[in-house]
């Protein structure tokens, strides 16, 4: 069974703060994802790694930056949380040229 | 870019009965079109999927249908049950770009027993 686990399912912060969500698959899936959900915006792309060391934007990165330092782990950053990034952040993973995306549970961030 | 809109946003049903999804597209281009579900707590799951070259696709109790001229898919789930219960997102992805998936807004499908 393919698995995403992201490092926290709750999380609260402080606005300024430097965040640092984790997800981890364990299936050697090249291409990783960040989407936010929002509701009544469904799922929105933030950043996307075709592989190690490699990153794209998706339709909404302003705000964040990313990290791919190993092929098991994405890493989505805030640099400094704003109220406006609160919202469930999900991370998905797949094996390049196969269409199927893997989710993880989420995490629910709360900026105050 | 692609611009996938869907309908409704919330949808209650009786048990046993039919339970129908739509959604359309922007880019006549696209060419794969996933369903996924997500129940409370977990994070979304593919329950099937039709590519552009198809026009029906069946899987049990669910299916789904795709008109490429009208540029809209819809998702069929029959006798409905409880823990059909869940939101149903759609998704469309041209191809090449790394096929990134552009997601609906969501439905929220409620079965009562």
């Known amino acids: 069974d393919v698995k995403v686990t992201q490092s926290s399912r709750y999380l609260v912060k402080r606005t300024g703060e430097k965040v640092f969500l984790e997800c981890v698959q364990d299936?050697?899936?090249?291409?990783m994802f960040w989407y936010r959900q929002d509701p009544g915006l469904g799922l929105r792309l933030i950043y996307f790694?075709?592989?190690?060391?490699?990153?794209e934007k998706g339709d909404i990165p302003e705000g964040y930056s990313v990290s791919r330092e190993k092929k098991e782990r994405f890493s989505l950053i805030l640099e400094s949380a704003s109220t406006n990034q609160t919202s469930m952040y999900l991370c998905?993973?797949?094996?390049?040229?196969?269409?199927?995306?893997?989710f993880g549970p989420g995490t629910r961030l709360l900026v105050l | 870019g692609e611009n996938v809109e869907q309908h409704p946003s919330t949808l209650s049903v009786q048990e046993g009965d039919s339970a129908v999804i739509k959604c359309t597209y922007s880019?006549?281009?696209?060419?794969?079109f996933p369903w996924y579900k997500q129940e409370l707590g977990k994070g979304p799951q593919l329950i099937i999927d039709?590519?552009?070259?198809?026009g029906e696709k069946k899987d049990q109790r669910i299916a789904v249908t795709l008109n490429k001229t009208a540029k809209h898919f819809s998702l069929h789930i029959t006798e409905t049950q409880p823990e059909d219960s869940a939101v149903y997102f759609c998704?469309?992805?041209?191809?090449?770009?790394?096929?990134?998936?552009?997601f609906g807004t969501g439905t929220q499908l409620k079965v009562e027993l």
């Open positions: 299936m050697d899936h090249e291409n």
């Open positions: 880019d006549s281009a696209s060419n794969y």
């Open positions: 790694s075709y592989d190690v060391k490699m990153k």
């Open positions: 039709i590519r552009s070259n198809v």
């Open positions: 998905a993973s797949r094996t390049q040229g196969i269409e199927t995306q893997y």
């Open positions: 998704a469309a992805s041209l191809p090449g770009g790394g096929n990134k998936l552009t």
